[in-house]
């Protein structure tokens, strides 16, 4: 059988009707080869489900259902516009059963005020099963139920994928529907468990879900498709200059990926790593403009490929002058660090203390009570990782000091240089974060130009100016 192709589009990639025939013109054109399409929910719908769960969780019965209700509605007057004004009886089917799912859901989550993390995934889930449903009986294509083939664990909300369950299950449900010529649907986000139950990859993790089927299918190449024209120098929200990166290695768009460029989910790259599978980021507004490449051996070719920002962030440094020609003290705090399950992003270490940074919002309690036995601890929480990312960063001195004077008077909290050499990483106060990175982009992309208007950028930097930006 020949390799088909993965296009997946996310929610603002499938907003609206308008939207949807536009993928579904993408995906025509690009048939002869078999296509997989990998749907996110429709815009901000993602976020409205799980907006219905909290009131539902706070007590707020009859809030929530009015929320569902217009996301049903919305779902309902866009499959107006696609199929016609008539009533269509498997959308209408689709929408009853979901409205009586996820009402007796939502109901009982506002009885006991609690809303377990097994039916949160059913809920969140929902946006996927209807967007993909909406534009395969606009395609009249196979749908396909991601549940049935993406085997996951049982971790709620951040799902890990098995493999090579859902290889089996791939190479059988969707290979037959994906041979030249056919498009098949399926929803990006969502898989199952083996006792069945629905699970979820994580937020953003439709990108994870392109990446783990075309690695199933051994596709040609995987597509991701959003509203940006693929890998942008910088976050486009922030510095609105931030230009394309034509090529990208794997490894570079996986530390892009792990220090906040949303454009991707962080684990996206792994599956088609594994496979050599090139990945392609493309603007579905603008399918004939510019796209990145991540393949193997692929490089920018610059010296500074491109920066990455994630906040907020909490330091913890640990003290002890015993450090000093003691061996097994760093070993020991890390093992603590281990059996706690924080996970550490950035380590600096001096002769007489280590400095790590955690997400901020998880509680050290624990940990401080364990440390504060036999060291010194300080936490600053409220902090941003900014990194530079290159894979040419070791051949290139004076990196560092170029960021430094680019920096200017912005405080630098820590400093470090990634194990694999294509990540120079810095940690600032996270008010700091935005402004550090237009000095560092002015610094290392001299000749990116700020867009005269957000209108003449067009769809490339849709979303500036919304540090926030729309989820799914
Ligand atoms: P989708 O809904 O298609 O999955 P996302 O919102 O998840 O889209 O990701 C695309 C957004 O990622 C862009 O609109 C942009 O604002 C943001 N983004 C952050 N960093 C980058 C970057 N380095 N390059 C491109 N986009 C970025
Ligand atoms: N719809 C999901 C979200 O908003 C998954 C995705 O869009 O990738 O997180
Ligand atoms: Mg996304």
């Not at 002890?320 to 992003?345: H, K, Q, Y």
Request: proline share 4%.
């Amino acid at each position: 059988m020949s390799a088909p192709i993965v296009m997946k589009f996310g929610g603002s990639s499938v907003a609206d009707a308008a939207r949807l025939r536009g993928v579904a013109a993408l995906a025509r054109e690009r048939s002869a080869q078999g296509v997989l399409l990998v749907l996110s929910a429709l815009s901000g719908v993602t976020d409205a489900l799980i907006g219905a769960g909290s009131m539902a969780v706070a007590g707020q019965e009859a809030e929530a259902l009015a929320a569902l209700a217009r996301i049903l509605d919305r779902h309902g007057s866009v499959g107006e516009e696609l199929l016609g004004k008539s009533a269509h009886p498997e959308l209408e089917q689709a929408l009853a059963d979901t409205r009586s799912e996820l009402s007796a859901l939502l109901k009982g989550a506002a009885l006991l005020r609690n809303l377990p993390e097994r039916n949160l995934d059913v809920l969140t889930g929902r946006g996927e099963l209807l967007s993909t449903r909406l534009l395969a009986l606009y395609m009249n294509a196979p749908w396909i139920d991601a549940r049935a083939v993406l085997k996951t664990d049982s971790r709620h909300g951040k799902a890990r994928p098995d493999l090579a369950a859902t290889r089996r299950a791939a190479q059988e449900r969707i290979l037959p529907l994906v041979q030249p010529g056919s498009i098949a649907i399926t929803q990006g986000y969502i898989g199952s468990d083996p006792a069945g139950h629905a699970t979820t990859l994580g937020r953003g993790g439709s990108d994870y879900s392109a990446s783990i089927l075309g690695a199933a299918l051994d596709a040609a190449e995987i597509q991701i498709w959003t509203d940006v024209e693929g890998v942008l120098s910088a976050d486009p929200r922030i510095v609105p200059e931030a230009s394309p990166v034509e090529y990208l290695g794997y490894d570079e768009a996986a530390e892009l990926a792990a220090f906040g460029a949303k454009v991707l989910h962080p684990a996206t790259i792994l599956p088609a790593v594994e496979r050599g599978i090139p990945v392609t980021v493309r603007n579905s507004l603008l399918p004939n403009g510019r796209l990145t490449t991540i393949a193997r051996g692929s490089s920018s070719g610059r010296q500074v490929t491109a920066l990455a920002s994630r906040g907020p962030v909490t330091i913890v440094t640990v003290r002890t002058p015993r450090m000093l020609g003691g061996s097994g003290f760093l070993a020991r705090i890390f093992e603590v660090f281990g059996r706690r399950g924080i996970s550490v992003d950035l380590v600096a270490t001096s002769e007489v203390s280590v400095s790590a940074t955690v997400d901020d919002g998880i509680s050290l309690d624990g940990l401080v009570a364990e440390l504060e036995g036999f060291a010194e601890l300080r936490i600053a929480r409220g902090r941003a990782l900014i990194a530079i990312v290159g894979d040419r960063l070791a051949e290139s001195p004076g990196i560092a000091g170029k960021a430094f004077s680019a920096l200017g008077d912005i405080n630098i909290d820590m400093i470090s240089m990634g194990a694999r050499e294509i990540n120079l990483s810095f940690v600032v106060a996270q008010e700091d974060a935005a402004e550090a990175q237009r000095r560092l982009h002015r610094a290392f992309f001299p000749d990116a130009c700020a867009p005269a208007d957000s209108a003449s950028q067009g769809a490339q930097s849709a979303r500036a100016g919304s540090a926030a930006g729309p989820a799914s």
